[in-house]
């Protein structure tokens, strides 16, 4: 199926006393860009995360927002500095003999003094934090890639629409070009007989005349190759083969599509053509657009 390079994706899971949230959304891009938000806790995890994100999406700029609640009581503990406490004693005693002072210092003072008393995060489980975080990575993928694998329908179905009007443009071009030939043909000799009156008009000269005349605006070549782009690209949309990479092959064919279209605009001296050709690039360009948007 064609995908959308544009998704968004989002999965909460919740396992004993945990909560893990996963949120993508994706724009247009070149390449794969994958930008993670996350609490720095789980910063062990970054390539695992990439790794398990790379199922979900080949092409797009991907903003991922994770966000972890931990609602167990052992979360983090207070530790007791012992060596500090004893330090800050020992120079309170210290002062008390300096300054002759009696030392009335409390076990409820000495608490208050910095890094006496401290709060320690608990260590993680990795294993079961990483159990966790996979179940919501992949809900959210999932949701993700339904989500572009949508709009790449409603595209597929957009562009083929398209490709079908620029190939009956096309072929309105074929079958007009040779009229055209014969129009000049009739008209160069009614100019000729104007001229002439009632001398007899050399029919080599004519001839040759309407012969150089079909080689500047044949455009046969070009409607070939743009015919066959458009068949191409119209195969390579609704092939049920696999579509990594689709959307660079479908900007290259777009791209030729162009060239043609305005080598046979270049050409043309019809204004029939000429507006066909218009509308031709016109719809090129629309699905050159468009096609920026698969992945």
């Known amino acids: 199926m ?3 390079m544009t998704g968004f994706g989002r999965c909460e899971v919740t396992e004993g006393q945990r909560k893990y ?6 724009v247009n891009n070149r390449y794969l860009d ?3 938000k996350m609490p720095k806790k789980f910063n062990a995890f970054e390539s695992a995360i990439r790794a398990e994100l790379k199922n979900y999406m080949k092409r797009g700029k991907v903003d991922v927002f994770i966000s972890y609640e931990d609602f167990s009581e052992s979360d983090s503990k207070v530790k007791y500095n012992k060596a500090i406490a004893e330090e800050y004693f020992n120079y309170f005693k210290e ?8 030392n009335d210092i409390r076990v409820s003072v000495l608490s208050r003094f910095p890094e006496v008393f401290t709060m320690e995060e608990e260590a993680l489980d990795e294993d079961e934090v990483w159990s966790g975080l996979k ?4 809900g959210a993928g999932k949701e993700f890639f339904e989500s572009r694998a949508k709009e790449g329908e409603f595209l597929c179905k957009d562009l083929t629409e398209k ?3 620029m190939y009956s443009n096309v ?3 074929t079958e007009r070009s040779p009229i055209i030939i014969q129009e000049y043909k009739t008209k160069l000799r009614e100019k000729i007989q104007d001229l002439l009156e009632d001398k007899q008009i050399d029919e080599n000269r004519i001839a040759m005349e309407v012969t150089i005349y079909a080689d500047k605006v044949c455009v046969d070549e070009e409607l070939t190759r743009l ?3 458009i068949l191409a690209t119209k195969d390579t949309l609704l092939s049920e083969d696999d579509k990594d990479g689709i959307g660079r092959k479908l900007d290259f064919l777009a791209q030729e599509m162009n060239r043609e279209a305005n080598t046979i605009l270049s050409k043309s001296t019809d204004l029939k053509i000429s507006d066909v050709g218009i509308a031709l690039k016109t719809d090129i360009e629309k699905v050159r657009e468009q096609i920026q948007n698969i992945e």
């Not at 949230?21 to 994706?26: C, D, G, H, P």
């Not at 179940?135 to 992949?138: D, R």
């Open 227 to 229: 015919r066959s782009h």
């Open 163 to 165: 490709l079908d009007v």
């Open 21 to 26: 949230t996963v949120e993508l959304k994706s």
């Open 135 to 138: 179940k919501a990575i992949n």
């Open 2 to 4: 064609v995908c959308s």
């Open 95 to 102: 002062m008390s003999t300096d300054f002759g002072l009696d």
């Open 34 to 36: 994958i930008n993670i």
């Open 171 to 173: 072929e309105f071009i």
